[in-house]
């Protein structure tokens, strides 16, 4: 068993294999002011922040997103690589929400 950086054991093999936010327990890949992601020491700890960072961003208590933005307009802030990716992410979000990319955060958080 190999630790990895964020406390939960991983076999060498699940380790090599496991993409970069499983070995960070951030499965937002958020970063920090600073431009780095961010290391939890579980997964569960690194889904709590991802809650709250959408939540922050839905009720204006992130600087960096207004709740009038939609989801699409989110990704393009939270994942800013280009526009490919932008609708990859806010098309996928969306329907796994049974929403449209077009809908408000602040609507979203209603849900």
Known sequence: MQENRCGSQLTKEEYAKASHSRKLCNPGNIKNI??????????????????????????????????????????EVYAPDGSAIINNYSSFVAKHMGVFPSMKLFEIYKV
């Open 34 to 75: 600073h431009g780095e992601f961010i290391t939890f020491n579980t997964y569960e700890e690194g889904w709590t922040y991802l809650k709250n960072y959408i939540q922050r961003a839905c009720t204006g208590q992130h600087k960096a997103y207004k709740p009038t933005f939609t989801i699409r307009q989110f990704f």
